[in-house]
């Protein structure tokens, strides 16, 4: 590989930062050895894709609307120019800097003059100093002084030979002046407090086995919550999208767009905002994403979602799914049920709790059977009882529709399931049906399809020996 082609890039905490190549020329160099199987270097260049045209870099000069690598400008913006400097990078006693016998203190006065002459011709400031003592302020400085004091600390790092190459300073002295020489500085740039600065929001892409399942769940009910969900569902490469959105939102076009990269996709229909099964959304997804409808306030506890959509969060959180929410900047909420709590989502779904509970009590008799796209659950009049409707362990909700997707998924192409197949099937819908009688009071039987008719678990169980 060409050596023009290896960057090193920099980071503050290590200065000996590796050498990168670009991911096409890494996957262009592993075909031509073929060290890895197609379906891996499949995985790659789809998650270089997405990598690629994912909105992701925002900062002082962008923040409502983030960059792509294909849209990021060839140069940073003038804030950007300028580094957030809490301490000495490349220093692992940085906490103590301003007290001790520091080589950063000793540089950092060493730029006063330097930094007042810069600023003189170029009418910008290219260095902000603290004071120091004040555990509220820190430095903020051009990118050409921090190359500097790393030319300055560690002359012989990997990080600093990579910067002689492309600059191609003859040696460590000659790239320091230009740093500090007015007539570098051509690129604008703008003094400003750097805390927040150019910052990307990392893709979160799994590689996903030809055999392994996976539904990633997205919830969005705005235009503007489409294109974050946009992004994160052409981050599911493998999975099943399962997608919960109105039709006027999740147009076909859409659909096929957004999931490219998916294994193959759901759309769960919301009419007039309403989630009417939360349940059912939840036992069918391994994670799920709730995106809200609008930004939210700087402060506060509204989280910009619906109350169906608030409740369904809740249910996520104390059910133990895996759910992240979104707001439309693309940030996530790690502790979205405090203010869920102020919602009035906790006495909701209690409600809800205690109707399904009276429902579940005044039925006889509860059929567990498969049909195509049903729940497998059924009364005792044949009609389909989904999971909203009944007071039932989650865990157990969800094994059951695992279980019916496993029969759906079987038979759709059709007689795709072989004689083992059916004798698992078989064994687990005892075992679940053991569970559900458990878990229901005694006056509701659990009742299986046999030759004979409809028998009840007990007596399939007692004309088997008492062995599930």
């Known amino acids: 590989m060409e050596d023009a082609r290896w960057v090193n890039f920099f980071d503050d905490l290590e200065p000996e930062s590796p050498e990168c190549l670009p991911l096409p020329d890494f996957m262009t160099w592993l075909r031509g050895e073929k060290l890895v199987p197609s379906n891996i270097m499949d995985f790659f260049e789809q998650a270089a894709e997405v990598a690629t045209h994912t909105p992701m870099f925002r900062g002082p000069d962008n923040w409502n609307k983030p960059w792509s690598l294909e849209s990021l400008p060839a140069l940073p913006p003038p804030k950007a120019m300028i580094e957030f400097v809490p301490g000495p990078p490349w220093n692992d006693f940085e906490f103590d800097w301003e007290t001790q016998d520091n080589p950063f203190l000793h540089w950092r006065e060493a730029m006063r003059p330097v930094a007042l002459d810069l600023e003189k011709v170029l009418g910008e400031p290219v260095y902000y100093f603290k004071k120091l003592g004040d555990e509220l302020d820190d430095d903020a400085v051009h990118r050409f002084l921090v190359l500097h004091w790393c030319c300055t600390y560690r002359p012989e790092s990997a990080f600093v030979r990579f910067l002689l190459k ?11 002046a230009a740093l500090i020489n007015p007539a570098s500085y051509t690129y604008l740039f703008k003094m400003n407090d750097a805390f927040v600065g150019l910052e990307a929001l990392s893709c979160r892409i799994n590689y996903l086995p030809t055999g392994m399942h996976k539904t990633a769940g997205v919830v969005f009910l705005t235009a503007q919550a489409r294109e974050v969900a946009q992004s994160l569902l052409a981050q599911q490469i493998g999975a099943h999208a399962f997608i919960v959105a109105s039709k006027e939102l999740a147009t076909s076009e859409w659909v096929k767009q957004a999931t490219r990269y998916c294994r193959d996709w759901t759309v769960h229909y919301v009419y007039d905002s309403k989630l009417d099964e939360p349940l059912d959304i939840l036992a069918s997804v391994d994670e799920l994403c709730v995106i809200a409808n609008e930004p939210r306030p700087k402060s506060g506890f509204n989280l910009m979602l619906s109350e169906p959509c608030e409740d369904l969060l809740w249910m996520a959180l104390n059910n133990g799914v895996d759910v992240h929410y979104y707001s439309t900047d693309r940030m996530s909420l790690y502790n979205p049920g405090d203010c869920l709590q102020k919602s009035g989502a906790p006495e909701r779904v209690a409600a809800r709790q205690a109707q399904r509970a009276a429902f579940t009590r005044q039925l006889k008799e509860i059929r567990l059977d498969n049909d ?27 094994r059951i529709a695992t279980w019916q997707r496993d029969y759906d998924d079987t038979i759709d192409p059709p007689d795709m399931g072989d004689d083992a197949w059916w004798d698992r099937h078989e064994q687990e819908v005892l075992e679940l049906a053991t569970e559900l009688q458990m878990a229901l009071s005694s006056e509701v039987a659990v009742n299986l399809r046999r030759p004979e008719g409809w028998m009840t678990i007990d007596q399939i169980i007692r004309a088997k020996g008492g062995n599930v």
């Open 166 to 176: 492309v600059s191609e300073a003859k040696d460590v002295d000659e790239l320091k």
């Open 372 to 398: 195509f796209g049903s729940s497998g659950l059924w009364s005792a009049e044949g009609k389909m009882l989904g999971y909203d409707l009944l007071d039932l362990p989650f865990p157990l909700v969800r």
